[in-house]
């Protein structure tokens, strides 16, 4: 789960790194207030879980209270890279000298904690990292030892950091550690970390963050958190995070309902080829007769759907229940639509019968794409 | 010799007197697995499926000879039961479940590193050596014994293959799902390099996803010397990029992950690329593999 910027700088702050003065402002009105308490200028930034925000004109700098009543309303009525606005942060404007990068990673490969720093912050960073790699150090961590200041020190260090600064950028780091192990991050990122010109706690603060959550691990961390489910705009989503899979709204409209992410991603592949999906849905290996049930309504809540392909393997899935529910739904809603189903392993011979009394059509080879040719045979697309 | 099961392993079960765990122990026997005893801490002196259960790892390979374990533990308690699982002497292990925490994983890494096990997962089928047994949830029917290799990130892609070759008597010497997850217990050139020095094993599959690093990896593995023919499969073409946010990712991870860059880094390495699960017919007949 992603935070947003505002919520991610209350926990640097809870782990004691330097943050700005800031208020969160739902209206033009808030955001008046909090200013007035702050003093001018102050930073509008427009709270969104999407990258590249300030190239897209979501932070704006405001002088003076008709101007920050201005440029509120535009960044309240505006959309930023496709997302609506409904927060913004109020900051104090901070005198920065210099701006440093630092970030926490989960590398998948090596599965260690990645810590990268640079002295080249904001919003070039990934440019600098390509172009200029000296400017750049990463450390692999220990998953199992941790991260201390020793070893912040000398990752430091090999970016030019020193005296004073070294040692208040290690706490820092440190800190930022503890964020990412705590909060079980799968990024936590300061970014920029600025230096200030004037000396203010140790003349370091973090303006910006990024914190991503490990959606396994939500339920264990000590915090108050908000509900993933808040966070999903589109409602068919919603919906699939409310039953228990992964639902992705595509825009097509040819249905899938797949019993893994690679199955449902090959399946979408392979139609891709010729037609759109309306969808990707993925059960993992919960299937039950109620979940295929339900998987059936989200899917059929598509508007212009043509179609709909099941593709399932009783592995671990009990995928004769599966198909119980599947022809359930299909009766009770007088369902019409084309329905091709592939589905192989435990139980196939039982579910085959129990697909084929609701009418749909049965697909018996291993291959997807044989499937996904009956499918676009019964559509008319060959 | 075939890869990580052969005749000599004996495979317990943990979480054996679960609903998912049990069902599986039965289709492991039937498979002709030696599954010879299950664990799950408090429900000792049970008997599940024939098989006698214990209250720990520990008394469970002091009885039974155990030197592998498959899990079928709740993803909340893996972490705990793994590391009971390394320190009992356990050398291979499969961890099925999903969804468990990425920072217990990076840790269970780390520890079966150390400690020289191999592991599988999180997120994973397990090992399917036909003929010879299985650890996981493979549904046993789709394979067939041979001589093809299958490496897979994603479990049901995996039954795929072995089907689409099954139906045309192209049998396998061993599928192993290497778990869907960011991190892997396991990485797939690691694999890879068990199937390159098999001498039951003629090519090798490898059903890849976007993201992450594997395949890239798995590229230079092929490069520097693998000498059995290779064959890539990797889906998401048209998978839909989460809003990407934060930059450590790409500063650390540079331009791999996609499904272009994989493709290209494995043809640059002589490995055929497949555009769709059906064409490795066309591969095997290319080949002359069988």
């Known amino acids: 789960m992603r935070l947003y910027e505002y919520e991610g700088i209350d926990i640097f702050e809870s782990v004691g790194i330097p943050v700005p003065r800031r208020g969160v402002a739902e209206s033009t009105e808030d955001a008046l207030l909090i200013a007035g308490e702050i003093g001018y200028p102050v930073v509008l930034k427009a709270q969104v879980l999407v990258g590249g925000r300030g190239l897209a004109g979501g932070v704006k700098t405001v002088e003076t209270p008709d101007e920050l009543e201005e440029i509120s309303g535009n960044l309240f009525s505006a959309e930023i890279k496709g997302l609506p606005v409904r927060k913004l942060m109020v900051c104090e404007k901070a005198d920065i000298l210099r701006e440093l990068y630092m970030g926490i990673t989960v590398d998948g490969f090596s599965g260690k904690p990645v810590v990268v720093v640079s002295t080249e912050g904001g919003v070039h960073i990934e440019e600098t990292a390509r172009t200029s790699p000296d400017k750049i150090a990463s450390f692999y961590c220990d998953p199992a030892f941790g991260f201390y200041p020793y070893q912040a020190r000398m990752l430091l260090r090999h970016i030019g950091l020193s005296e004073r600064l070294l040692t208040f950028c290690a706490d820092v780091l440190v800190r930022l550690y503890r964020v990412f192990s705590q909060f079980e991050a799968l990024i936590a990122e300061i970014n920029p970390m600025v230096i200030l010109k004037t000396g203010y706690q140790g003349g370091l603060l973090a303006i910006d963050s990024v914190i991503e959550i490990d959606n396994s691990a939500l339920s264990r961390i000590q915090y108050p958190l908000p509900q993933m489910i808040d966070r999903i705009e589109n409602p068919l989503e919603r919906k699939g995070r409310e039953i228990g899979v992964t639902y992705v709204d595509l825009g097509g409209d040819i249905g899938i309902i797949a019993s893994g992410a690679g199955l449902g991603m090959a399946t979408m592949d392979i139609i891709g080829q010729r037609l759109r999906p309306a969808n990707f849905l993925e059960t993992g290996g919960g299937i039950t007769e109620e979940l295929l049930y339900k998987c059936m309504e989200l899917v059929m809540m598509k508007v212009n759907l043509r179609a709909i392909i099941i593709n399932i393997y009783g592995g671990i899935n009990p995928i004769h229940e599966g198909a119980r529910g599947v022809v359930r739904y299909i009766k009770e809603h007088n369902v019409t639509l084309p329905i091709v189903a592939k589905a192989l392993g435990n139980h196939q011979e039982e579910t085959w019968e129990i697909f084929r009394s609701g009418g749909v059509h049965v697909v018996t080879e291993a291959s997807t794409e044989k499937a996904v040719n009956r499918l676009f045979e019964l559509v008319g697309e060959q | ?290």
């Open chain 2, 1 to 290: 010799m075939s890869i990580l099961i052969d005749d000599q392993t004996r495979v317990i079960v943990q979480g054996i007197t679960g609903k998912i765990g049990s069902v599986q122990t039965r289709w492991m026997l039937e498979y002709d697995t030696k599954v010879v005893g299950g664990v799950t801490p408090g429900k000792g002196n049970n008997v599940v499926e024939g098989v006698p259960v214990f209250d720990s790892v520990n008394e469970a390979v002091k009885e039974t000879g155990a030197n592998a374990s498959v899990f079928f533990v709740p993803a909340a308690f893996v972490l705990d039961a793994f590391y009971e699982t390394v320190d009992a002497g356990i050398k291979l292990i499969v961890v099925v479940p999903e969804h468990i925490p990425v920072h217990d994983v990076m840790k269970m890494r780390a520890y079966a590193l150390e400690n020289e096990v191999v592991a599988l997962g999180p997120t994973t089928p397990g090992i399917l050596v036909p003929g010879k047994g299985k650890m996981g949830i493979m549904p046993g029917s789709l394979f067939s014994p041979g001589r093809v290799g299958i490496i897979s990130r994603s479990g049901t892609l995996s039954y795929e293959f072995a089907g689409i070759l099954s139906e045309k008597d192209i049998g396998q010497s061993a599928v192993i799902g290497i778990g869907a997850d960011p991190v892997v217990l396991t990485n797939l050139p690691d694999i890879l390099k068990l199937f390159d020095a098999d001498d039951e094993t003629d090519a090798v599959i490898i059903v890849g996803e976007v993201g992450g690093m594997q395949e890239e990896k798995a590229a230079d593995f092929i490069a520097n010397g693998m000498t059995k023919p290779v064959a890539c499969y990797i889906t998401g073409r048209f998978s839909p990029q989460g809003k990407r946010m934060g930059h450590a990712g790409a500063i650390v991870r540079g331009s791999t992950g996609t499904v272009e860059g994989k493709c290209e880094a494995l043809r640059a390495a002589g490995a055929a690329i497949l555009k769709s699960p059906i064409e490795v017919l066309d591969w095997t007949t290319r080949n002359d593999i069988h």
